[in-house]
């Protein structure tokens, strides 16, 4: 790695899916203002995410389609031959 490129304060915070409520502990350089008690009894910076490896269709082999809000049929609306 070059040197004096990469951040210095990595913390250990708390990555909580947010889909199925799965959580994990690790490190990161991301801001958060909420915090969370952790299995060991302490408390950690949280920070919540809409998809991880424990939800996404590529690592669970479910292969699930999400129409979010109906992105496909606003596309077809935006985009069709008038």
């Known amino acids: 790695m ?7 304060s990595y913390r250990t915070v708390v990555f909580k899916d947010m889909s199925n409520g799965v959580a994990f502990l690790s490190k990161s350089t991301a801001a958060t203002k909420e915090t ?11 920070i919540k995410l809409e998809i991880s490896n424990t939800s996404h269709p590529f690592f669970t082999g479910k292969n699930v389609m999400l129409d979010t809000a109906g992105r496909i049929d606003k596309f077809k609306k935006k985009y069709a031959k008038k």
């Open 2 to 8: 070059k040197q004096g490129i990469h951040p210095q």
């Open 36 to 46: 969370i008690q952790w299995e060991d009894g302490n408390e950690y910076p949280l």
